[in-house]
C-alpha cells in the first residue's frame, strides 16, 4: 500500500479536476443536451408506471422459457421493446455528486496502483502520462460500452459519452505526470 502514500496527491487532485470538467462537460457545454427527450404522451405514461417499486424492468419481459413462444416471440417484433429504470423519488443531487466524486477517486486508486508497478524508479512525465492515461481510459473509457451493447443508446451518446472520458483520461494522465513522486 506504498503506493497511496506515495501517490495520494495525483489521485486526489485528479478526482478533483474530473469532477469539474464533468461539470462543465454536463451542465456548461451543449454536447449532452439531445440526449434525452420527452415523450409525446408522458403524462399516460407516467400515469400507467403510477405505483410500481422503484426498480429496472425490461418491456416485454419473459423468461428464457417465455422467449420461445410464439406469442412472446410476436410481441418483441411488435414492440416496443426496452427497458425502464425507476428510481424511489427525485434525484437525490449531492448524494449522486458524491458517488462520482467517489468514482473518481476509486479510478485514481487503479491508475496509481498500474503506474506505480509498472513504471521505473523517477520516470519522465510522457511514460508516466502513457502508462496511466491507459490505465485511466480503461476505467472511464471501456466501462460503459457493455451496457450501451446490451441496454442501448444513441451513436450520439456514444460518441459523448467517448469524448468525456478521453477528456477525463488526459486529465488524469495529466495530473499523475505533474505530481509523480520523483523518488518512486
Request: glycine share 10%; net charge neutral.
Amino acid at each position: 500500500m506504498e503506493f497511496l502514500s506515495e501517490l495520494w496527491m495525483p489521485i486526489v487532485v485528479s478526482a478533483v479536476f474530473v469532477f469539474i470538467a464533468s461539470f462543465l462537460i454536463h451542465v456548461v457545454l451543449p454536447i449532452h443536451k439531445g440526449e434525452w427527450v420527452k415523450l409525446p404522451n408522458e403524462e399516460s405514461v407516467r400515469d400507467a408506471l403510477r405505483g410500481v417499486p422503484p426498480g429496472q424492468y425490461m418491456i416485454p419481459f419473459g423468461t428464457m422459457e417465455d422467449m420461445k413462444d410464439p406469442a412472446f416471440q410476436e410481441k418483441m417484433n411488435q414492440g416496443p421493446n426496452g427497458t425502464i429504470v425507476l428510481w424511489s423519488g427525485p434525484v437525490q443531487m449531492g448524494k449522486k455528486l458524491a458517488q462520482m466524486f467517489l468514482f473518481y477517486l476509486v479510478v485514481g486508486v487503479f491508475v496509481a496502483y498500474i503506474g506505480w508497478f509498472s513504471l521505473p524508479t523517477a520516470p519522465e512525465y510522457l511514460k508516466v502520462f502513457q502508462i496511466c492515461g491507459t490505465a485511466a481510459f480503461m476505467g472511464y473509457g471501456l466501462g460503459w460500452i457493455p451496457h450501451m451493447v446490451w441496454f442501448g443508446g444513441s451513436s450520439r451518446s456514444f460518441w459523448t459519452y467517448l469524448f468525456d472520458s478521453i477528456v477525463y483520461t488526459g486529465l488524469t494522465a495529466g495530473t499523475f505526470g505533474w505530481l509523480w513522486t520523483k523518488g518512486a
